[in-house]
């Protein structure tokens, strides 16, 4: 069996939860050269990444995954959510700068559209389409924080887990989009004519999560 | 034109790809099974359009759509359960009892670019209208296995699976409509904790959460944990479905309440074939409510069988078709009157026979044969041999 982890910021946590069910992650090194590295029993680790976890279990390359939420919205695969494993919190939202919102909304009434930048088209067009605001989106590959100060965009649609990028930029959040955390994933074909062998992490996995959490709330 | 923008008219547009002869070779043979197969069980062939009314179709995502010459808006039909369904309601109104009817053709989703997905899909499937209860939705699971055994599929416990999409409507039977079709549509998208993250900030109480996602974690002989009328529904058919092989040690159907297909329309017994390689090759089930939704209502349950993925999953176990009949090819001595009646002679002697080379053999092997006289030819091996004799030669 395949596990996908995500590189990244949340390796480690992810790590964290597969050591408190018993898997043996001793030879995933964060950072290190090998990709591919035998957990033990049937287990094997494959590390890539996060936005091609959701492409590796989608297309059976690996049975099993841990991503994000957020990549997930992005790409749209079709895989399925198992556990919410609760770290990795973070936001997608749109924000605009610190006190334009009103000039943005007068614009939009005068001109019919706005721009926003983002990372993240997908998760930016649906969002407007279902609220019935016409935008044009502008796809950066980084930083989409500058966009408004440099007039590139009105707004941007922006992944956030504090909030200290958008304040340093000046910007502030117009609204939320949704709150995204870490999930397990597995391939639909996979999940169901391997839940012999997956059924059990699942269950121990949504043991951890819900402990942890319980913990964390303390 | 520049040619610079020339080159990308030469490929198919994306999603779409040229079936060439090996792989054609191979699918004709698979398709020949299954019609054969449908046919054997009383299933009729019919063809719908290729076009369909976009507003008419139970989803509107993933449509391949245009607009008409008379601006109604149409798709590339997504599906071929869809169009049975208005067919019947349209063509069979007055028409009771009933109705087995099968397919063999390609269905048009649209697919996100730079994935690799195919926007062209052939399914070969079966409807079953105007019939219900178990011993109806038994008889298609069963003919979905035998179709697949007969193209040669191995099949073992996991391979066929069975759900029900009446336990999991029951599942979540506490919420108000609104809120269950949010966590429906959820589980069809296959995000198990988006519904039940749902059905809690919906108000069910979370002991019905916890039992909710413990049975639709429940596979094989845990249903016998189960009850309700659906889940001895589900037991009955399966049941039923494995009487078709009496004596077979191989138990190929195993129920799942988790499977939940992507698509809309099922109303009770869901069932796919599943294959570790490639995944989903056949999905199915019963949708009462479908044909309503064009006329008058009526019981209805079929399947279709993704034929590429099927082929697929025969290549990874090794199955190849068996060998067509060798190819003549047969090179004039130059009078051409009489390689023309060469030819005619061969054939009728039943040999298959090109004139000149052939450059794609699609896997046939070749005989080259040189034209003697009207009747006989010589062979590579230097023998000349008349046309009857040859055909008795290649027919060992």
């Known amino acids: ?218 | 034109m520049e040619s610079g923008s020339r080159r990308p008219l030469l490929s198919a547009p994306r999603g779409f790809r040229d079936i060439l002869p090996t792989e054609a070779r191979e699918l004709r043979v698979i398709e020949q099974a299954l019609t054969e197969t449908f046919a054997a069980s009383g299933y009729m062939p019919l063809e719908p359009p290729m076009v369909e009314y976009s507003a008419a179709q139970p989803t509107q995502e993933r449509l391949i759509q245009f607009l008409d010459t008379d601006r109604s808006l149409v798709a590339l039909r997504p599906d071929l359960t869809t169009a049975v369904a208005r067919l019947v309601a349209q063509r069979y109104r007055e028409t009771a009892g009933a109705l087995r009817l099968s397919y063999f053709a390609p269905v048009f989703r649209e697919e996100p670019a730079m994935t690799a997905g195919e926007r062209e899909v052939v399914q070969a499937g079966v409807e079953l209208i105007g019939a219900s209860g178990p011993i109806a939705d038994a008889e298609v699971l069963a003919l979905l296995v035998e179709s697949l055994e007969r193209c040669g599929l191995r099949l073992d416990g996991a391979t066929i699976q069975v759900g029900h999409v009446g336990i999991v409507r029951r599942l979540f039977a506490p919420l108000a409509e609104e809120p269950r079709s949010a966590v429906l549509s959820a589980l069809r998208a296959g995000d198990l904790v988006g519904a039940l993250r749902r059905a809690h900030e919906a108000g069910m109480p979370s002991e019905d959460v916890t039992r909710a996602r413990a049975a639709l974690g429940v596979i094989g002989r845990g249903i016998e944990q189960l009850d309700g009328d659906d889940v001895r529904e589900l037991r009955q058919v399966v049941h039923l479905a494995r009487e078709r092989w009496p004596s077979s040690v191989k138990l190929w159907g195993s129920p799942n309440i988790g499977l939940v297909p992507a698509l809309p329309y099922y109303t009770a017994i869901v069932f796919e074939a599943l294959h570790p390689d490639v995944g989903v090759i056949a999905s199915g089930g019963r949708y009462d409510l479908l044909i309503g939704a064009y006329g008058a209502p009526r019981p209805a349950t079929g399947f279709a069988i993704d034929v590429l993925r099927l082929h697929r999953a025969l290549f990874a176990e090794g199955w190849r078709p068996a060998d067509a009949r060798p190819l003549v090819t047969l090179h004039s001595g130059g009078d051409e009157r009489a390689t023309m009646r060469c030819a005619a002679s061969l054939r009728a002697a039943g040999l298959s026979v090109a004139i000149g080379d052939v450059a794609e053999t699609a896997g046939i092997a070749l005989i080259a044969a040189e034209v003697v006289d009207e009747r006989r030819v010589k062979l590579g091996d230097g023998r000349t041999i008349d046309a009857a004799t040859l055909a008795r030669e290649l027919a060992r």
């Open chain 1, 1 to 218: 069996m395949r596990f996908a982890l995500a590189q990244g910021l949340l390796l480690n946590d992810a790590l964290a939860a597969l050591r408190a069910i018993a898997l043996d992650v001793s030879r995933v090194t964060p950072g290190g050269r090998r990709l591919v590295v035998d957990g033990g029993g049937n287990v094997e680790f494959v590390l890539a990444r996060p936005s091609d976890i959701a492409t590796y279990v989608e297309r059976g390359a690996a049975d099993l995954g841990i991503v994000g939420k957020d990549v997930l919205m992005e790409s749209a695969a079709r895989v399925l959510e198992l556990v919410d494993l609760h770290f990795g919190a973070c936001r997608f939202v749109v924000a605009a700068p610190r006190g334009a919102l009103e000039r943005s909304l007068d614009e939009y009434r005068h001109l019919g559209s706005l721009e926003v930048a983002t990372k993240y088209p997908r998760v930016a067009e649906a969002h407007f389409r279902a609220r019935g605001l016409e935008v044009e989106i502008v796809k950066v590959a980084g930083s989409a924080e500058v966009a408004p100060q440099v007039g590139l965009a009105d707004w941007i649609v922006d992944l956030v887990a504090t909030g200290g990028t958008l304040r340093a930029n000046d910007l502030a959040i117009v609204e939320e989009i949704a709150a995204c955390s870490a999930r397990l994933i597995a391939n639909p074909a996979s999940y169901h004519y391997r839940r012999a062998e997956i059924a059990p992490l699942v269950e121990k996995l949504a043991d951890w999560a819900s402990r942890s959490r319980s913990g964390a709330n303390q």
